[in-house]
C-alpha cells in the first residue's frame, strides 16, 4: 500500500517538478532585474537552540542562540508586529508582485536540530508563526540531538514547510557527477515520504553556492534556494535568496537593526 502511494506521490511530483522547472526557467531568466528590484523580506537563520556551555567555541556560537536570547527575538518581533511568511508566498511575491501581510519576515531553521522541534516549535506557536525547516537527511533520528521523521513530519502537518539540505551538509560548490543524485535526488525522495508533500525549497550547507551548480537546482523542479547574506546572483536571485544569521550575542535591539541594514541593500 505504501508503494502504491509513493509512486503515485512520485509520479506527481515528476510532473509537478518538470512545469514548475519551466517556469522557475523562464521566471529566472526573464524577470531579474524586477526580482532584484523588489524590497527584501528579512529572513532569519537559526540552528541550535540552547544555553552556550563552556566549552563551546566563540566562532559556533554565531550558530546557537541561548533560549532566552531566542524567546525575547520572537516576542519582539510579534510585539513590533511582524507576520512570519512562507517560501510560497515569498516565491509569489517575487515572480508576480502577490502582496504579502504587513511586516513579513520568514523564520528558517537549519541542520535538523532537534531543539527546533523542543524550544522553538512553542514558542513559535505562542504568536500563531509558522518556519521552513532545512533537513539534512542523514541525521534524521541518528543521534540524540536531532529530530526523528516523525517530528519533521509533525512539523509539516501543522503547517511549517520542509526543505532539503542535502544528504550530509557538504559543500555545494564542490558536487559533481553521482553528487547530485546523493545530495539533492534521494534527500528530496526521503522528505517527500516523510512528509507526503513535494520538496520545493532548497538550504546551501555554510551557505556557500555558485553559479555554475544552479542550473541542476531548476532541473529538479526547486523553486526557491536560501544562501546566507552574499549578494544575490544577478542572473538567478531566486536561488540566492539572503538569509542572516540571528546571532546570541544580540540584544532585540541589534537584530532590528541588523534586519534593516542587511535587507535594505
Ligand atoms: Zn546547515
Same mark, same amino acid.
Given at each position: 500500500?505504501?508503494?502504491?502511494?509513493?509512486?503515485?506521490?512520485?509520479?506527481?511530483?515528476?510532473?509537478?517538478?518538470?512545469?514548475?522547472?519551466?517556469?522557475?526557467?523562464?521566471?529566472?531568466?526573464?524577470?531579474?532585474?524586477?526580482?532584484?528590484?523588489?524590497?527584501?523580506?528579512?529572513?532569519?537563520?537559526?540552528?541550535?537552540?540552547?544555553?552556550?556551555?563552556?566549552? %563551546? &567555541?566563540?566562532?559556533? !556560537?554565531?550558530?546557537? +542562540?541561548?533560549?532566552?536570547?531566542? $524567546?525575547?527575538?520572537?516576542?519582539?518581533?510579534?510585539?513590533?508586529?511582524?507576520?512570519?511568511?512562507?517560501?510560497?508566498?515569498?516565491?509569489?511575491?517575487?515572480?508576480?508582485?502577490?502582496?504579502?501581510?504587513?511586516?513579513?519576515?520568514?523564520?528558517?531553521?537549519?541542520?535538523?536540530?532537534?531543539?527546533?522541534?523542543?524550544?522553538?516549535?512553542?514558542?513559535?506557536?505562542?504568536?500563531?508563526?509558522?518556519?521552513?525547516?532545512?533537513?539534512?537527511?542523514?541525521?534524521?533520528?541518528?543521534?540524540?540531538?536531532?529530530?526523528?521523521?516523525?517530528?519533521?513530519?509533525?512539523?509539516?502537518?501543522?503547517?511549517?514547510?520542509?526543505?532539503?539540505?542535502?544528504?550530509?551538509?557538504?559543500?555545494?560548490?564542490?558536487?559533481?557527477?553521482?553528487?547530485?543524485?546523493?545530495?539533492? %535526488? &534521494?534527500?528530496?525522495? !526521503?522528505?517527500?515520504? +516523510?512528509?507526503?508533500?513535494?520538496? $520545493?525549497?532548497?538550504?546551501?550547507?555554510?551557505?556557500?553556492?555558485?553559479?555554475?551548480?544552479?542550473?541542476?537546482?531548476?532541473?529538479?523542479?526547486?523553486?526557491?534556494?536560501?544562501?546566507?547574506?552574499?549578494?544575490?546572483?544577478?542572473?538567478?536571485?531566486?536561488?540566492?535568496?539572503?538569509?542572516?544569521?540571528?546571532?546570541?550575542?544580540?540584544?532585540?535591539?541589534?537584530?532590528?537593526?541588523?534586519?534593516?541594514?542587511?535587507?535594505?541593500?
Amino acid at each position: 500500500m505504501i508503494s502504491k502511494f509513493t509512486s503515485a506521490l512520485f509520479s506527481l511530483g515528476l510532473s509537478l517538478s518538470i512545469t514548475s522547472t519551466a517556469i522557475a526557467q523562464a521566471t529566472t531568466t526573464g524577470n531579474a532585474p524586477a526580482i532584484l528590484a523588489r524590497k527584501q523580506v528579512p529572513i532569519l537563520c537559526y540552528h541550535q537552540i540552547r544555553d552556550w556551555k563552556p566549552t %563551546d &567555541k566563540k566562532v559556533d !556560537k554565531d550558530y546557537i +542562540i541561548p533560549i532566552a536570547a531566542f $524567546k525575547a527575538h520572537l516576542k519582539m518581533l510579534a510585539d513590533s508586529g511582524y507576520h512570519t511568511i512562507l517560501p510560497d508566498q515569498l516565491y509569489d511575491y517575487l515572480t508576480k508582485g502577490t502582496p504579502l501581510p504587513s511586516k513579513p519576515i520568514m523564520l528558517t531553521f537549519d541542520d535538523t536540530d532537534l531543539d527546533q522541534f523542543v524550544v522553538a516549535r512553542p514558542e513559535m506557536k505562542k504568536y500563531g508563526f509558522k518556519g521552513v525547516f532545512f533537513i539534512m537527511t542523514v541525521s534524521i533520528g541518528k543521534v540524540k540531538h536531532y529530530m526523528s521523521a516523525a517530528q519533521i513530519k509533525q512539523l509539516s502537518d501543522e503547517g511549517n514547510v520542509i526543505g532539503s539540505h542535502t544528504w550530509n551538509h557538504s559543500n555545494f560548490k564542490k558536487f559533481q557527477g553521482k553528487d547530485w543524485e546523493t545530495q539533492l %535526488d &534521494k534527500p528530496t525522495k !526521503k522528505l517527500e515520504e +516523510i512528509t507526503g508533500k513535494p520538496i $520545493k525549497y532548497f538550504a546551501f550547507p555554510f551557505g556557500l553556492w555558485n553559479s555554475q551548480g544552479l542550473p541542476e537546482l531548476h532541473k529538479r523542479g526547486f523553486k526557491l534556494a536560501f544562501q546566507l547574506a552574499d549578494k544575490r546572483d544577478p542572473n538567478d536571485p531566486l536561488l540566492t535568496v539572503r538569509r542572516i544569521l540571528d546571532s546570541g550575542y544580540w540584544t532585540v535591539k541589534s537584530l532590528s537593526n541588523a534586519m534593516h541594514q542587511s535587507f535594505s541593500k
